[in-house]
């Protein structure tokens, strides 16, 4: 049964820094692509960075770009996302996941039926 539980959300003003952090288990952590996704309120789920098993390829959506870098400790089963220069519209809630590059993009591990943790809130104020 797969679990996964976020942690390290918060309020920052415009221009600061959070470090979320995800434990996830339920499957051999080491031989999977991780990622994060967000939902910020009124809008669908999005997907934000992955990073391949070992840890050697990493994606970012276009709107993340320079300012959040995604990492794993495949030793603690955790995937970390750095978030930098954050932005009110980076306010969200995040989640990470088991996940697969489709053609239609990212895509956690199961679908529409995958199993998601409760989230990370993040908000950002101007």
């Known amino acids: 049964q797969v679990q996964l539980v976020e942690s390290g959300g918060g309020s920052v003003q415009a221009g600061g820094s959070l470090r979320l952090s995800c434990l996830a288990s339920g499957r051999a952590f080491s031989s999977y692509v991780m990622g994060w996704f967000r939902q910020a309120p009124g809008k669908e789920r999005e997907f934000v960075a992955s990073i391949s098993f070992g840890g050697v390829t990493t994606y970012y959506a276009d709107f993340v770009k320079g300012r959040f870098t995604i990492s794993r400790d495949d030793a603690k089963n955790t995937v970390d996302l750095q978030m930098n220069s954050l932005k009110p519209e980076d306010t969200a809630v995040y989640y990470c996941?088991?996940?697969?590059?489709?053609?239609?993009?990212?895509?956690?591990?199961?679908?529409?039926?995958?199993?998601w943790g409760q989230g990370t809130q993040v908000f950002v104020s101007s």
């Open positions: 996941n088991f996940v697969f590059r489709s053609s239609g993009g990212w895509r956690p591990l199961g679908g529409d039926s995958a199993s």
